[in-house]
């Protein structure tokens, strides 16, 4: 008999931004299988006899594949186990969600998703900032900042992104910022737009630098650092000191 694999999301790295239904599946889980980001203090939920293994992604490392780890959630399920794979913010944002529940549906394995506390809205909690303002900042727009090459897509929607009039959140762009700038203020975004780095959101490290698109790419074009990180730009970036 099949087990059930519940895509569980952890938030952004503070165990207390576990919703009571993550923990609570996190402690009944046979096995875990969990991301670099969404490791550490939510682990700690989970049973001493529990199988848990590391299957995270990250730029400049060595990982495992993603049908590696579509398998690997078949191959679990199939002996009726409990599994849970752990993702880090919500699941559904930006974490390879739907390569995982095909190949699940693929089986014939059940499955359940429960969502958590997306990144960049905890990144703008911690900056003490909102994510939409009236007049001035009535959109919000999520875009990656690498695509699977591990560089800029080709088919970004520039004059979207490129509205002062919108908050734009760009998840694992630290290193192609310098890149994306050049087509942002080619398709019109002002300079000085206010740009806010958040990095190791809702952690012992996190760091918070107010500042601008350019004075941001001017920063990040040495060394990024390997601090997972967000980037908020647009009207709001710069509302609230630390």
Same mark, same amino acid.
């Given at each position: 008999?099949?087990?059930? $694999? #519940?895509? $569980? ?24 299988? %969990? ?27 060595? #990982?495992?594949?993603?049908?590696? $780890?579509?398998?690997?959630?078949? !191959? ?7 599994? /849970?794979?752990?993702?880090?913010? !919500?699941?559904?944002? %930006? ?23 997306? #990144? ?22 999520? $875009? ?10 080709? !088919? ?13 959140? /760009? ?8 890149? %994306? ?27 918070? /630098? ?12 040495? !060394? ?19």
């Amino acid at each position: 008999m099949n087990g059930f $694999v #519940s895509f $569980v999301s952890s938030g952004p790295g503070d165990p207390e931004l576990l919703t009571l239904k993550a923990a609570a599946r996190i402690a009944a889980a046979d096995a875990i299988l %969990f991301d670099d980001l969404s490791s550490g203090p939510a682990l700690a939920h989970a049973r001493a006899d529990a199988d848990l293994v590391g299957v995270g992604k990250r730029a400049g490392r060595a #990982s495992p594949k993603q049908d590696q $780890v579509s398998r690997l959630l078949v !191959d679990y399920a199939k002996t009726g186990a409990r599994v /849970v794979r752990l993702k880090s913010g !919500d699941a559904g944002l %930006f974490g390879r969600l739907e390569e995982e529940t095909t190949a699940l549906r693929d089986a014939g394995i059940g499955f359940e998703i429960i969502p958590g506390v997306p #990144s960049a809205c905890a990144a703008a909690a911690a900056a003490g900032i909102p994510l939409t303002r009236r007049i001035t900042a009535r959109r919000v727009q999520f $875009v990656t900042g690498h695509d699977v090459t591990g560089g800029l897509a080709e !088919d970004l929607n520039l004059a979207a992104l490129a509205d002062p009039m919108a908050t734009t959140v /760009v998840f694992m762009g630290k290193r192609t910022f310098p890149a %994306f700038l050049t087509m942002l203020t080619g398709a019109g975004l002002p300079p000085g737009t206010p740009a806010l780095l958040a990095e190791a959101v809702g952690r012992a490290e996190q760091q918070l /630098v107010r500042t601008t698109v350019a004075e941001l790419a001017e920063r990040l074009s040495g !060394d990024p650092g390997t601090a997972p990180a967000l980037i908020l730009y647009g009207p709001l970036a710069e509302a609230a000191e630390a």
